[in-house]
T-cell receptor, first 114, second 114 residues
Framework: DTAVSQTPKYLVTQMGNDKSIKCEQN?????MYWYKQDSKKFLKIMFS???????INETVPNRFSPKSPDKAHLNLHINSLELGDSAVYFC?????????????FGPGTRLTVT | AQSVTQLGSHVSVSEGALVLLRCNYS??????LFWYVQYPNQGLQLLLK??????LVKGINGFEAEFKKSETSFHLTKPSAHMSDAAEYFC????????????FGRGTSLIVHP
């Protein structure tokens, strides 16, 4: 059973388009995240979201928006895609009230903007 | 505020040699510490974690790490490297009672030569 899943795995699109990446977790966790990993493997947190609060990294452009239809899903919507958005995007989840805060990651979505 | 420094963006070892990946942290409270591994084209997975108690923690695939408060370090070791250990390794820190969002280091790429 896949704990955290993402679709699609690969996404190739042109500048200016709008796209979404879906994420689902079946771990019963209450908190989900989106990370961006650049070509140098640096992980940057974009959003953290649970049913109480959305924490946004202030450096993330407002073209990026998380959408959560329910506790098990956190989708990432990106408007007006730019070349610099090309990266691997990871969804993760954790139980915010747990003792250890460890995170469970999805397999990633490689976004290429041409 | 918490921070993590991983010394060396690349570490190269021969198969069978000792693996040592360095991690130093900064935290205002006794931290929770993590090592994650990312195999090529995959998401991150937890290798091991330190929360409280014994300072030497054992993880999967023969890895272990020791929490040294006096040195603010949490270095990752493995006595004998295998080719399959080639991956990106991330150290992370979070603060109990504080933000549940961990801070990740920039990662260390482990290269294993035959």
């Amino acid at each position: 059973d896949t704990a955290v899943s993402q679709t699609p795995k690969y996404l190739v699109t042109q500048m200016g388009n709008d796209k979404s990446i879906k994420c689902e977790q079946n771990l019963g966790h209450d908190t989900m995240y989106w990370y961006k990993q650049d070509s140098k493997k640096f992980l940057k947190i974009m959003f953290s979201y649970n049913n109480k609060e959305l924490i946004i990294n202030e450096t993330v452009p407002n073209r990026f928006s998380p959408k959560s239809p329910d506790k098990a899903h956190l989708n990432l919507h990106i408007n007006s895609l730019e070349l610099g958005d090309s990266a691997v995007y990871f969804c993760a989840s954790s139980q915010a009230g747990s003792a250890t805060y460890e995170q469970y990651f999805g397999p990633g979505t490689r976004l290429t903007v041409t | 505020a918490q921070s993590v420094t991983q010394l060396g963006s690349h570490v190269s070892v021969s198969e069978g040699a000792l693996v040592l990946l360095r991690c130093n942290y900064s935290s205002s409270v006794p931290p929770y510490l993590f090592w994650y591994v990312q195999y090529p084209n995959q998401g991150l997975q937890l290798l091991l974690k330190y929360t409280t108690g014994a300072t030497l923690v054992k993880g999967i695939n023969g890895f272990e790490a020791e929490f040294k408060k006096s040195e603010t370090s949490f270095h990752l070791t493995k006595p004998s490297a295998h080719m399959s250990d080639a991956a990106e390794y991330f150290c992370a820190v979070s603060e109990p009672g504080g933000s549940y969002i961990p801070t990740f280091g920039r990662g260390t790429s482990l290269i294993v030569h035959p």
